[in-house]
């Protein structure tokens, strides 16, 4: 099967994908999904390690490598590497997650293969880094959570650190990269020339720490954990009804007095603990047990009516189930199907930016283990002979 484009708005780049794990592998989804020729380089079957999320067949895994092809070369033969190497000629794009110096000592670093091939955008993910202290540390999402500051400012304060509960590292840092890869490609439009591009766990979240960083840098302040309240605005957080708990955001001084208004405490407004942020700020605690105490006369619904017709921010707290039952998202049509002719068909989330011209769909389920080695070669120019003793001798 040749490429299949999920959408016509990358269609005519090629991707070598040669990621692992997650945060390469959701670099490589990205562009996937926008229509990219996405061909991801794993090891053959008698040589790999635990490189799969959950198994070829988990939902991880089916998810992380849609709309890809997947050849199988050994990277430990010099025909590998040269199998490699004539594959990375027809492409514009790789992404790599290799230790740092691994790509080095394979000899497809940016350095050596731009040599023949300038206009090559090369991009790679790491823990923490391509050079410094920590550069060949192994990287895992949940020790860059700890490193950026994350986890200091998640959870409740007398609980200590919290992780947040996704890979949000690996997601960010996979995220940035495809957002990396776009730049240069739409810079090599007018220079003509490729470029290294690499980022890491580590810069992502430190990045996605967004107004904490700026607090510190700016203002000196280090932040501590506000649990389901909103460090600064305030009252922002989980506020319980009668019938459970559900989400509020009041920002701004007209939002506050509708708010008052709404829960029955116009009072709030003047008074002298409540008036304007800072005070709401210092009595915070009194403040949110008033405001549970009128929300328990009433259920969610009740309240989430009568705040969202005042402009006051609010919603339910859903867990996963209803997240997918919830009017709005069936709206969204976020939900996108896939056949897979091994395990039938399959639901799962498709891109959440919607263009109305070259829309992304799922096109393709994940490949099994070097599925389209042989299709693959054969484009390249090989033969059956060569195919054959290839195989033989553990090249793929």
């Given at each position: 099967?040749?490429?299949l484009?999920?959408?016509?708005?990358?269609?005519?780049?090629?991707?070598?994908?040669?990621?692992?794990?997650r945060?390469?592998?959701?670099?490589?989804?990205?562009?996937?999904?926008?229509?990219?020729?996405?061909?991801?380089?794993?090891?053959?079957?008698?040589?790999?390690?635990?490189?799969?999320?959950g198994?070829?067949?988990?939902?991880d895994?089916?998810?992380?490598?849609?709309?890809?092809?997947s050849?199988?070369?050994?990277?430990?033969?010099?025909?590998?590497?040269?199998?490699?190497?004539?594959?990375?000629?027809?492409?514009?794009?790789?992404?790599?997650?290799?230790?740092?110096?691994?790509?080095?000592?394979?000899g497809?670093?940016?350095?050596?293969?731009?040599v023949?091939?300038?206009?090559?955008?090369?991009?790679?993910?790491?823990?923490?880094?391509?050079?410094?202290?920590?550069?060949?540390?192994?990287?895992?999402?949940?020790?860059?959570?700890?490193?950026?500051?994350?986890?200091?400012?998640?959870?409740?304060?007398?609980?200590?650190?919290?992780?947040?509960?996704?890979?949000?590292?690996?997601l960010?840092?996979?995220?940035?990269?495809?957002?990396?890869?776009?730049?240069?490609?739409?810079?090599?439009?007018?220079?003509?020339?490729?470029?290294?591009?690499?980022?890491?766990?580590?810069?992502?979240?430190?990045?996605?720490?967004?107004?904490?960083?700026?607090?510190?840098?700016?203002?000196?302040?280090?932040a501590?954990?506000?649990?389901?309240?909103?460090?600064?605005?305030?009252?922002?957080?989980?506020?319980?009804?009668?019938?459970?708990?559900?989400?509020?955001?009041?920002?701004?001084?007209?939002?506050?007095?509708?708010?008052?208004?709404?829960?029955?405490?116009?009072?709030?407004?003047?008074?002298?603990?409540?008036?304007?942020?800072?005070?709401?700020?210092?009595?915070?605690?009194?403040?949110?047990?008033?405001?549970?105490?009128?929300?328990?006369?009433?259920?969610?619904?009740?309240?989430?009516?009568?705040?969202?017709?005042?402009?006051?921010?609010?919603?339910?707290?859903n867990?996963?189930?209803?997240?997918?039952?919830?009017?709005?998202?069936?709206?969204?049509?976020?939900?996108?199907?896939?056949?897979?002719?091994?395990?039938?068909?399959?639901?799962?989330?498709?891109?959440?930016?919607?263009?109305?011209?070259?829309?992304?769909?799922i096109?393709r389920?994940?490949?099994?283990?070097?599925?389209?080695t042989?299709?693959?070669?054969?484009?390249?120019?090989?033969?059956?002979?060569?195919?054959?003793?290839?195989?033989?001798?553990?090249?793929?």
């Amino acid at each position: 099967m040749v490429h299949l484009a999920a959408s016509e708005a990358l269609k005519r780049f090629r991707v070598i994908d040669l990621t692992q794990v997650r945060a390469g592998p959701t670099a490589c989804r990205q562009l996937a999904d926008w229509g990219a020729d996405v061909i991801q380089v794993q090891m053959p079957e008698h040589m790999r390690g635990d490189d799969t999320l959950g198994g070829q067949d988990g939902s991880d895994y089916q998810y992380t490598h849609r709309n890809k092809r997947s050849i199988t070369l050994n990277l430990k033969e010099p025909e590998g590497i040269a199998t490699l190497k004539r594959l990375i000629a027809t492409a514009d794009v790789v992404v790599e997650n290799f230790r740092p110096d691994v790509k080095y000592r394979l000899g497809i670093d940016y350095e050596t293969l731009s040599v023949d091939h300038p206009k090559l955008v090369y991009a790679s993910i790491s823990g923490f880094g391509q050079t410094g202290p920590y550069a060949n540390r192994p990287g895992f999402d949940q020790i860059a959570q700890g490193t950026s500051g994350l986890m200091s400012v998640t959870g409740l304060p007398e609980q200590g650190p919290l992780r947040v509960g996704i890979p949000i590292a690996d997601l960010c840092a996979g995220i940035f990269a495809a957002q990396g890869i776009l730049v240069a490609l739409l810079e090599r439009e007018a220079s003509g020339k490729g470029q290294w591009l690499h980022t890491s766990l580590l810069e992502s979240l430190v990045y996605m720490m967004d107004f904490q960083t700026s607090r510190y840098l700016i203002d000196g302040e280090v932040a501590t954990p506000a649990g389901n309240y909103h460090p600064t605005s305030i009252p922002t957080g989980v506020y319980k009804a009668r019938d459970g708990y559900m989400n509020i955001a009041v920002f701004g001084s007209k939002i506050w007095e509708r708010f008052c208004d709404i829960l029955g405490a116009p009072e709030w407004v003047t008074d002298e603990r409540y008036r304007d942020k800072p005070s709401r700020s210092v009595n915070r605690d009194s403040l949110n047990a008033e405001i549970n105490r009128r929300l328990a006369a009433q259920d969610r619904s009740y309240w989430i009516a009568k705040l969202n017709e005042g402009g006051v921010a609010c919603g339910l707290i859903n867990d996963l189930r209803e997240v997918f039952e919830d009017p709005q998202v069936h709206h969204l049509n976020i939900v996108k199907e896939v056949v897979s002719e091994r395990l039938g068909k399959q639901r799962m989330v498709g891109q959440p930016v919607q263009l109305t011209r070259t829309p992304s769909t799922i096109v393709r389920s994940a490949p099994r283990r070097g599925e389209h080695t042989e299709e693959i070669l054969k484009n390249l120019g090989y033969g059956d002979e060569d195919l054959a003793r290839m195989k033989s001798h553990g090249v793929y």
